[in-house]
Structures are given as C-alpha cells and as structure tokens.
C-alpha cells in the first residue's frame, strides 16, 4: 500500500489479515459476524494479491483531488460483486465479497488554532534615526563621544541581525523573511496630536523649530536644559522614536504580531510634559500607552510600564500619576537621591495620588553594584506579584540597559540572561502581549548582548541560566524590596505584611516590642537578682537607655565585676501563611546572653548587663517601619556609653577584677575603652581581660599611639570569637592578622546566639580560672599587697581597720559626692510606658 493515509471510524477491526487456507479475494469486513451481529460499517480494504482496479484504494489521492472537496461530506468509490452472507461464528473467508472503499473526510476543527505558534514577533528599526548627533561644538575634547551614541541602535539592531533573527536593515521585502524571524514593523513620524496626548504644544513647537536653528542657537538651547544636545534632525529623530513606538505597540494590542521590540532613539523616559530633559526629547512610551488607550478603548484599557532603566523615569511617572488605568513600576538606583535625576519623587514612599493612587511602584536601590539576584527578588517578591493582580491589557517595557554589566554609567551589574528571565516572566500577563522599547544604555556590547537576549524571549526561545555561583541578593537590596512592600501593602491584597493604619482605633494602645522586652528584662532580672538600673546623667544618651543599664546590688564593692555589652534579644516567628500577620505563640524570644548573667551571680560575680539598641531613640511614633540605627551611629553611641560607665561606675569603685565582654556589633565601644583610657591597659589595672563574639560587623584593633606595645597586650588579654563565614579568615587574604586585632579564634558557627552556645563552657572556664586564681593570689599575699597599697605611710591606729584595696580605686571617704546615684528599679515615669498603662 502507498503511503497515503486513509481516515478509518474508530469501529475498525485491528487486522483483516486472514488466518489459515483462504482464497485470493477480498473479504468484506461488513460482512463478517462477531457474537452472532453483522457488522455494517464500510472500511477501506485492498486486495494483498490481486493487482488494485482502477477505483481501489491505489487510486483515492488522485479521485479525491477530483470532487470538490466539502469538509465534513463523504467521498465513496464503490466496486460491488454479490456475496453470500455468513452467519457463523467462525470467521470463514473462503468467499468473494464485493470490494467497498469509503473515505471520510474530517471536519473542520471546532476552535481557531492558536494564534502564538504562528505569530511573530514584530521589530522596529530606522536607520533615520541615527542622525540626532551631539554638535561637535558641545563635545569638551575632540576625541570624546557623548553616552548618547548613535551607534546604539545600529549596534542592536546589528547583534540581532547576524543572529539571523531578523532581515538586513534595506532589506523591506518581507514575504522573504523566514517564518522563523522577526516581522519588520514600517515606522512612522508621530503627528502632533498623538505627542501632545503627553507634551504641551509649546514643547512641540520648540523641538520643531530646531530644524531651522544655527548650531550657535542649538548649543545655547542645550545649555539652558538638563543633561540634553540638540541638533537640525533632533525633531525628525523624535517623531520617529514616538512613531516607531507608537506602531509597535499598537501591532501587539491589534495581535499582528505576538510581541515586539522597537529599537528606537533618543530615548524619552526623563522627558516631561513641557521639556527635554536627560537625553530625552519625547516621552515615547507614554505616547504610545495613551494613543493604544484612545485608538483601541475595547482591546486596551489597562496598560502595564515596567522601566529597568538604572535612571528613575521621572516623565512617565510624572505622566500617569493619578491614572489609575497604568500602572507605572520602576527599579532604579536612587542612592538617598544622590543618582540621576536626583528628585525626591524616585523613592519608595512616592505610591501615586487621587484614584492613581498605588499604581506607582518604585523599586529604589540604595546603591549601584546591583546585579541578578537584586533585580530577580524585586520581580518574585514585588514586580510580578503586583502585576498579576493589575491583570494589564499590554505590558510595555521602557527596556534601558545601563543597568547591564559593563556600562559604567549605571555601575550594575544584570546579566543578558537576568534581562531574558525578567521578560520571561513578563511574557506571562497580559496574554504574552509584551511591547520592547528602547531607553537607555551606553555601553555599546552591553546593549547589543542584553538586546540580543531580550528578542530571543520574545521569539519563544528559553532564557540562558543564571550564573550558577549567584548569591543571595545584598542585604541592602532586600532592605528596599521590603521597604516597598510595607509601603504598597495597603494598596494590594498579594503583599504582605499589611502596614500598620494610623487611622486604626487601636493605635494610640499600640506600642514597640524593644521597649516591652526590656522592660520585662529588667524586671524580671531585678526579681530574681535584684537588679537595679544605673542613672546615665549625660546630654545624648540619657533618655535613649532607660531600662537599658542595670546592675546587680553589690556591683560597687570588692567583687569580680563582669560587665556585658550586647545587642538585643532576637526574636523568631512564624508568621500566618494566610494573613502573613506575627502571633504571639507563633513567636519566640531567644536571650542567650541571661544565661551567662544568671551563671556569674551564681558564682558571686556582680554584672553589670547593657543592651545596646537598634534603634535609640524613636520620637513621634507613627506606626511606620524605623530602620535601625546606621552601625555607625551605634558604634558611637556605644563608645561614649562605654566611656562613660568606667568614669562614673566602674573605675572609682571597689571592684577587685573587671571583665569586660561585647557581643555582636556593641563590642566596639569595649574596644574603644581600652584604646582611649590608659588606666584599663595599666600593669596593674582591674581589666583582667575582653571577651567578644563577632559576626556580620568589623573586627576592631586596639589604638594607642604612645604605647607600642599595646597590641602584645590586648592579644593576651583578650578571646575574641569570629564567626566561621568571616572575611578575615578569606584564605585569599596574604596579610597575617595582627596582634592589635586580639587574640581571634575561629568559630565554627555563624550566628551570635549560636556561638554564645558553643564556646558557652570555655568562656565561663576562663572566668571561674581567672577569678580563682586571683583569690588564692590575694590569700597568699595580703601583706605584700598592704606594703604596695600604702607605701611609706603610717600604719593604721591601733584597732582601725583598713580595707584592702588595687591601685586605681579610691577610698569611700574620697569619693566624690557628685557620681551619679543607683536607681532603683521601678515602674518608667514616661506615660508612655507600656508597663504603666492600664488598656481599659
């Protein structure tokens, strides 16, 4: 049989291959009876040894080329010769039967096809647009060519062109391009009322009368503008940006084509309604948004621009900010407005205004160096959320590429492959309807591969892998991605946690968790050690520690006097999966550092416990989220506590042994004690020694200009524990770590209250050694001690008594009546107080 296909009914029988003796004619499957049932469906047979007749099956392709086709009717060639009918069981071919063929043709499918695996994707390219060029009388040297090159979108277009994604660029023929490349879209010059949907008429005009303009006149105008150059074929250039864009888009929302990619110039996303401004003459993108809305009310209505520019777009937010009908979404570097444009309106806290308000979402970093995983969590953790929910008719890409690896203008670092994964995952909303254009980007191989990945997306093609040694994003980006969720989370109902309304009844009943802790700290620390808190009588942190400093009873007498510097308690939750809201028994309170104040008191130290704040001070509480105190400012504040404890508490007391430990980050301002008072690095000084547990911060050295010995000093009074991950164990590192950095050890956990369990027993073995050993020193040599103490005096009168005491401690008689009171732990004065209020 040829290798024609026939259509069979599905009540075929698998095989009429006969069994046993049979004659050489065809048996008629109708004929033959199953279970004592005729069968009287018709199926097309052939004869295996008989030559085929002229209407057998041999012949269908050519007969069915001759009745007019009619989808759904059936074809029938007939040769009939009379045959007995058999009844029987048994399957008996011993009979001629009449040969029947009958060829069913299919109808026609119930649904279109899918229009996507036929669609193409559409590009705009004109090479016109090259000609708005930077007059060589604004260049400052000869040699120097301005970021924004013409050769941009020749460099793009090209990289996609010998990819063999798209025709050559005088090639217009397009029943020649190959079904497997880019549909070139023809551009057009915008008209004056489509870009006067977004810019004033005077802009217009002015843009228009540089046709006519010397280049004297030209340089002048630039002068007068923000970051911009001006030339004769400025306006033509422009109009054909805003058509090209216009076009693309508006091909994408009628489904000409399944997406597209215009690669178009000057850029427009700094330009305003009424001015140029940072390279940008006309706002492309929100031309195009407004004519698609206007020409194409029913096929687009809501319209999603998603700008990965490093640069903010000032323009298209400016342009939509009470439309609530776009949503504008923008991930840029802000740098504490330090980045271009350098406006206020770039942060996060700037979420629209009126019915737009909450369709303006910026992403803004806080720095440059940002690179896959930032920009990969801002779109799992914020962008795609919030876009699935706006549920958009189009999705247009204001697509710079400053952002890429190599241009040294944005200083980021996003792969090709991070911008072929963010379109991909835009490629999801919206029906794949996804428009491309051009912004920014200056670095000319940077542009051309990222450009290159882009369009390959568009086309269907899987995205490159990300770097398989990608890390987690930077603290910093986390920080801001976090910060927009807080900020949008009132707006929409995909991000958590919710913001805290002030509005809300309950607010005024609401107050900080870090002041309810230490509270309970030191209440439940004076219970069960009789802990009291210390006065801090200085300007700047008094008020900031309250219930912040306390000490045991006896801490100014003849004891072994352990003083501990320490972060916060950590405090771990589960929060709902539902409501992603925080539930007090879903969260646990985890304050190692009790467990070494509980053990020294046990074994007769006095302690002196300060909690060193996140955040210091908090004044008019909004309910808002407070980011904690720059390390800076703590290590500061942290120093000139530190200072101020040994001057006031420590070193006019009685204390026969000081033992100073700092934990996490306020470890520092222990460090810095030693560094700026000579009496706690003396031979014959109380401090006995410095114990810290390190991680996430620096590793401080010990400072003493006048003492060259201070770093074999501080090595071997000190036990510095540093966290396994840290960067001063980088193998790469070829300096040796010096002594003046401490006796460092290597921990092999990673998190403080990790380490504090780990090296928990050798640090209280150091104490109890320490403390021990002095003790039998002080029993054995009471009398030479006395002769040091005192010197050439006179003894003491008979039946006086004279209590011992170490160089650097002064006698109770001599102390100063001015030094600071105890307090005396009790319930805070400020209304404030949590402990204080009655919830009534």
């Known amino acids: 049989m040829e290798q024609d296909d026939y259509v069979m009914r599905d009540t075929a029988m698998p095989s009429t291959e006969p069994n046993g003796i049979h004659r050489t004619s065809t048996v008629n499957p109708s004929m033959i009876s199953l279970n004592g049932r005729a069968r009287v469906e018709q199926l097309p047979i052939h004869n295996h040894r008989e030559p085929m007749k002229p209407n057998s099956t041999r012949n269908l392709p050519a007969s069915l080329q001759k009745p007019p086709f009619r989808g759904g009717h059936v074809v029938e060639s007939r040769s009939r010769q009379s045959s007995p009918e058999y009844v029987s069981d048994d399957m008996d071919m011993g009979s001629s039967v009449s040969s029947l063929v009958e060829v069913r043709i299919p109808p026609r499918p119930k649904f279109s096809p899918l229009p996507y695996p036929s669609a193409r994707t559409g590009l705009v390219y004109d090479s016109r647009m090259r000609l708005h060029v930077e007059p060589t009388t604004m260049a400052i040297r000869e040699d120097e060519i301005h970021p924004e090159d013409p050769r941009r979108i020749h460099e793009i277009f090209q990289e996609i062109q010998q990819a063999g994604?798209?025709?050559g660029a005088d090639d217009e023929d397009e029943e020649d391009s190959a079904e497997e490349q880019c549909w070139r879209i023809h551009t057009r010059s915008a008209t004056k009322a489509e870009i006067c949907l977004v810019h004033t008429p005077e802009h217009y005009d002015f843009i228009d009368s540089l046709q006519e303009m010397i280049e004297e006149q030209l340089v002048e105008e630039a002068n007068a503008l923000d970051s911009?150059?001006?030339?004769?074929?400025?306006?033509?250039?422009?109009?054909?940006?805003?058509?090209?864009?216009?076009e693309a888009c508006k091909a994408v929302v009628r489904g000409d084509v399944r997406n597209a990619i215009a690669i178009i110039r000057p850029p427009g996303h700094h330009a305003e309604h009424d001015k140029p401004s940072g390279f940008c003459i006309f706002n492309n993108v929100p031309i195009a948004t407004?004519?698609?809305?206007?020409?194409?009310?029913?096929?687009?209505?809501?319209?999603?621009?998603?700008?990965?520019?490093?640069?903010?777009?000032?323009?298209?937010?400016?342009?939509?900010?009470?439309?609530?009908?776009?949503?504008?979404?923008s991930l840029h570097v802000y740098a504490n407005q330090a980045f271009y444009p350098s406006l206020p309106?770039?942060?996060?806290?700037?979420?629209?205004?009126?019915?737009?308000?909450?369709?303006?979402?910026?992403?803004?970093?806080?720095?440059?160096?940002?690179?896959?995983?930032?920009?990969?969590?801002?779109?799992?953790?914020?962008i795609m959320p919030i876009a699935a929910e706006f549920d958009p008719d189009l999705v247009i890409i204001s697509a710079g590429f400053d952002a890429a690896e190599g241009d040294m203008l944005g200083g980021c670092h996003v792969s090709p492959a991070c911008y072929a994964h963010m379109t991909h995952m835009l490629m999801r909303i919206a029906g794949g309807k996804v428009a491309v254009c051009l912004e920014g980007g200056y670095n000319l191989r940077s542009i051309a591969r990222s450009a290159l990945a882009v369009t390959r997306t568009l086309m269907l093609q899987p995205p490159d892998r990300l770097a398989e040694d990608l890390g987690p994003p930077k603290p910093s980006a986390v920080e801001v991605v976090q910060e927009v969720k807080r900020a949008h989370s009132k707006y929409w109902k995909c991000l958590f946690p919710k913001h805290l309304d002030q509005d809300d009844p309950s607010f005024l009943a609401t107050s900080r968790l870090h002041d309810i802790v230490r509270e309970w700290q030191s209440r439940t620390l004076a219970e069960e050690h009789r802990m009291t808190p210390l006065v801090i009588n200085k300007s700047g942190i008094g008020p900031s520690f309250e219930h912040n400093i306390i000490a045991t009873p006896d801490f100014m007498g003849r004891h072994?006097?352990?003083v501990i510097f320490h972060d916060p308690p950590e405090i771990m939750n589960i929060a709902d999966p539902s409501t992603g809201k925080t539930e007090l028994h879903n969260t646990w309170l985890t304050d190692v550092t009790k467990t070494y104040i509980d053990w020294a008191?046990?074994?007769?130290?006095?302690?002196?416990?300060?909690?060193?704040?996140?955040?210091?001070?908090i004044d008019d509480d909004d309910g808002g989220y407070i980011k904690a105190d720059d390390k800076e400012v703590r290590a500061s504040q942290t120093k000139e506590l530190a200072g101020y404890l040994w001057e006031n508490y420590i070193e006019p007391n009685d204390a026969t042994q000081v033992f100073l430990m700092g934990i996490g980050a306020a470890y520092v301002g222990l460090v810095d004690l030693l560094s700026r008072f000579d009496a706690t690095t003396e031979s014959d000084s109380i401090v006995e020694c410095l114990i810290g547990f390190v991680a996430d911060c620096a590793i401080n050295s010990i400072k003493k200009p006048t003492d060259d010995h201070i770093g074999t000093w501080y090595y071997a009074h000190s036990l510095i524990f540093v966290q396994d991950t840290h960067l001063v164990w980088d193998p790469t590192r070829n300096r040796k770590v010096r002594k003046k950095y401490g006796n460092l050890q290597k921990s092999s956990k990673n998190k403080v209250n990790e380490m504090l369990i780990e090296h928990k027993e050798e640090v209280l073995g150091l104490l109890l050694r320490k403390k021990n050993e002095y003790e039998r020193i002080e029993e054995e040599d009471t009398p030479m001690v006395n002769s040091k103490q005192y010197g050439l005096r006179s003894p003491p009168l008979p039946g006086a008594s004279t209590p011992i005491t170490r160089h650097g401690s002064t006698p109770t008689s001599l102390k100063s009546?001015?030094?600071p009171p105890v307090g005396m732990f009790n319930v805070s004065g400020n209304p404030k107080s949590p402990l204080r209020r009655t919830f009534a």
């Not at 400025?234 to 805003?242: D, N, P």
């Not at 009310?297 to 998603?306: N, S």
């Not at 060193?612 to 001070?617: H, K, L, Q, R, S």
């Open 165 to 167: 994604l798209v025709q």
């Open 228 to 246: 911009i150059y001006l030339h004769n074929s400025t306006f033509e250039c422009a109009v054909l940006a805003a058509g090209g864009a216009i």
């Open 290 to 329: 407004k004519v698609c809305q206007n020409d194409l009310p029913e096929l687009c209505r809501k319209v999603l621009i998603l700008d990965w520019d490093v640069h903010h777009g000032n323009g298209i937010q400016h342009a939509f900010y009470d439309d609530p009908n776009v949503l504008y979404m």
């Open 345 to 382: 309106d770039g942060n996060s806290d700037y979420v629209g205004e009126g019915p737009g308000i909450g369709k303006n979402v910026n992403v803004p970093w806080a720095d440059t160096g940002m690179g896959d995983a930032e920009y990969i969590y801002a779109f799992q953790e914020v």
């Open 560 to 562: 072994p006097l352990l």
């Open 601 to 617: 008191v046990e074994n007769d130290f006095q302690v002196i416990d300060v909690n060193i704040p996140m955040a210091v001070a």
């Open 817 to 819: 009546p001015k030094m």
